[in-house]
């Protein structure tokens, strides 16, 4: 039935911007049938090992032309050329993963090699422009073409505070309330940056572009969709959200999934509250 349905919507696509107006559970299995857009934004729960292979099947299925990471900056992106061996042990080297913070590179391999030489594209900024939008703001820190993402415009009251919240609870509760404005701009100035990146691979490859990123970048709301929307409104966006627990409220993904959850230490416990 659900199969029957991703055709169906397929056929349907209008040009550019939302592609569903209710999200639809799916199962990880669906993920090697999701229809053909231009850009695909498969959300994950960093450190879930299943999350990475589920986004690896979407990607060999889409037969995506380019990745986009957020892992990556752009310097690191551009080391990975045609000559730069693809096992697992020399590109980790040649990517300085060991150094980036993200999890086991392991978990994030198949996703690099479930297509045949992809484009590779990075999303990631360095941390120091990063802290300037922590300190003035996501369009001073992004510069000129921030008004194209839309980060000249203020968010209104409702989505600051629900992103704030969302930011608290992302760190323990254990920021300081003061630093939550400034949190929600680098949240915004990497969503905005990761748009850019997704623009800049459909226009060297012409897609499909896949996306592997977190959640919270995924959501259609707030996350790239929102940006894409606003700087590249003629792009069919289509965002996939990976859970460990059943969502609440309402789910801001066209598909989401749930699965098991990854076995960890508790997350909270290196933070102390302020």
Not at 2 to 10: D, I, K, S
Not at 219 to 232: F, K, Q, S, V, Y
Request: hydrophobic fraction near 50%; charged fraction near 20%.
């Amino acid at each position: 039935m659900m199969v029957r349905f991703l055709l169906a919507a397929a056929m349907a696509l209008p040009t550019g911007g939302l592609a569903w107006a209710e999200p639809r559970r799916i199962e990880p299995a669906e993920l090697a049938e999701l229809p053909a857009v231009d850009v695909v934004i498969l959300g994950e729960v960093h450190d879930n090992p299943g999350h990475h292979d589920n986004q690896a099947m979407a990607v060999q299925a889409l037969g995506a032309r380019a990745l986009v990471f957020e892992m990556l900056t752009e310097a690191q992106a551009l080391r990975i050329s045609p000559g730069v061996p693809r096992n697992a042990q020399e590109l980790e080297k040649t990517l300085g993963w060991a150094d980036s913070g993200w999890p086991d590179f392991e978990f994030y391999y198949p996703i690099f090699v479930a297509v045949d030489a992809p484009a590779i594209f990075g999303g990631a900024l360095d941390r120091s422009v990063v802290r300037a939008a922590v300190d003035s703001g996501a369009a001073a820190a992004f510069g000129g073409a921030a008004a194209l993402f839309g980060l000249t415009n203020a968010l209104d009251d409702h989505e600051q505070t629900a992103r704030e919240s969302g930011q608290m609870a992302a760190h323990c509760d254990a920021l300081p309330i003061p630093m939550l404005p400034g949190i929600v701009e680098a949240q915004r100035l990497r969503d905005a940056a990761l748009a850019r990146a997704v623009i800049a691979a459909f226009a060297e490859t012409g897609g499909p572009v896949a996306v592997i990123t977190g959640n919270g970048h995924a959501r259609r709301d707030w996350g790239i969709p929102r940006a894409l929307e606003l700087a590249a409104p003629d792009l069919e966006v289509l965002s996939v959200g990976q859970f460990e627990s059943a969502p609440e409220g309402d789910i801001p993904f066209d598909f989401w999934l749930l699965t098991d959850p990854a076995e960890r230490e508790d997350p909270c416990a290196g933070f102390s509250v302020k």
